[in-house]
């Protein structure tokens, strides 16, 4: 049987190249950076090349880029370290309902902690809009975070306008660049970040990696003490083998960008005009253009998401309801809720997420195997009326 993963949104695998040198960094280059012997001097000069090539590829300056363990701190440091630094000139921060869970959490978490909150609307295509977020605006206002890509519907968000915005008007912007980078175009200075979230483990280098682009002049108060490592934003001892390895992973994806859009939009067309041919009752999620080409997010009417990837995964196919947590849970996602899809259509939807190792054999694969699937979770009625079990998902509280 084909084993075909579709899940690239999720986790990608270690590319080659990166397995080889974060080997060689785990064993043979081993020091600690701090350290002022030849060993601890080699991994030091190994973390700041890795640093010049990832400020170089977004157009940064190395000192901007901290090293984090992922995406999900990233996000915490921008949002939570911005809005506790900054809080003396006012409470109120800006995000929208689309955002991951590492942004939506956080700006939560800053609700307990006296911050007044505004969650902007979408449109049916996972759209933020422009005249909603300057009327959101205060004058209290501190903080913006808005995504670049949504990791469910890979919709693009307008961030240049919304930087501009923020701009005008002194106010801190961030940008969850976790599924964009290495697919679109990433200038931290064109696209008018103050601080920009990246993840090594969704762009084909190791998991527990990240880092956090944070503009010259822009303060965040730490949320972690201890050491001078990452100019005391992030102390602890570095991942330095992680590190080395989240470089090279990153200067790859943005030098094969433009080649892997072209292939995968292509592949990705062909798999939603194969489905729209042969499949009744579905549509596709996300806008239309303003979308990256790896992502299709499709709702199938009359069809439980999660038993349709139960039946997937039994055929080799490896996709995913969005977000692990409604993954497991089987909780309609707040993105889709968010674009206005019932909550039957949203829990009747799988994402696939196409990447590196996928070719046109995978799709004719998928092609072959979804349909019977769908018609026969279809002809299943019970299947799709059982009574809602009152699971709650953690992550939407
Ligand atoms: C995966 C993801 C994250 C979290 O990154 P981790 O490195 O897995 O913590 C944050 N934001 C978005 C949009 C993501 O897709």
Redesign the pocket.
């Known amino acids: 049987m084909p084993s075909v993963y579709l899940d690239h ?3 990608t695998p270690v590319r080659p190249e990166v397995v080889e040198i974060v080997n060689e960094y785990m064993t043979t280059i081993f020091g600690n950076p701090s350290s002022t012997h030849t060993f601890g001097r080699t991994a030091k000069k190994a973390m700041d090349e890795a640093r010049k090539r990832i400020a170089d590829v977004i157009g940064a300056n190395a000192e901007e880029i901290f090293f984090t363990s ?4 990233s ?1 915490n440091i921008a949002i939570i370290g911005a809005a506790y630094q900054h809080k003396e000139k006012g409470k109120h921060i800006i995000t929208s309902s689309v955002e ?1 869970d ?2 939506l959490d956080a700006y939560k978490f800053l609700e307990t902690e006296g911050f007044n909150l505004t969650i902007l609307p979408v449109d049916e295509y996972g759209m933020v809009s422009l005249s909603d977020v300057e009327e959101a605006i205060k004058k209290d206002t501190i903080l913006i975070s808005v ?1 670049h890509a ?2 469910e519907v890979g919709t693009i968000q307008p961030v240049e306008e919304i930087g501009r915005i923020a701009r005008k008007n002194g106010i801190i912007f961030h940008i ?1 660049a ?2 964009s980078f290495g697919k679109l175009p990433i200038d931290a200075k064109m696209i008018g970040a103050d601080l920009l ?1 990246v ?4 762009i084909y280098g190791p ?1 527990g990696t ?1 880092f956090l682009y944070v503009r010259n002049g822009i303060e965040l108060r730490p949320l972690f003490f201890g050491g001078e490592q990452e100019q005391k934003l992030r102390p602890g001892t570095e991942n330095m083998s992680g590190i080395v390895g989240m470089g090279l992973a990153a200067e790859l994806a943005v030098m094969e960008m433009d080649k892997e859009k072209l292939r995968l939009s292509k592949l990705r067309e062909k798999l939603i005009t194969g489905l729209l041919e042969v499949v009744p009752d579905i549509s596709i999620n996300g806008h239309p253009e303003n979308r990256v080409a790896v992502n299709a997010n499709i709702s199938f009417s009359y069809v439980k998401g999660k038993e349709l990837l139960h039946a997937l995964d039994l055929q080799g196919i490896a996709a995913s309801s969005g977000s692990a947590c409604s993954a497991a849970l089987d909780t309609p996602s707040h993105v889709l809720i968010a674009m206005g899809l019932s909550k039957e259509l949203a829990q009747g939807s799988i994402r696939m997420t196409l990447g590196r190792e996928n070719d046109e054999e995978d799709i004719d694969y998928i092609l072959s195997v979804l349909p019977p699937i769908v018609e026969n979770l279809r002809s299943k009625p019970q299947s799709y009326e059982q009574k809602e079990e009152k699971e709650e998902c953690p992550c939407l509280h």
């Open positions: 949104g999720a986790t992922s995406g999900t701190e996000d991951h590492a942004v995504m949504n990791n969850d976790v599924q979230s993840s090594g483990h969704k998991k990240g």
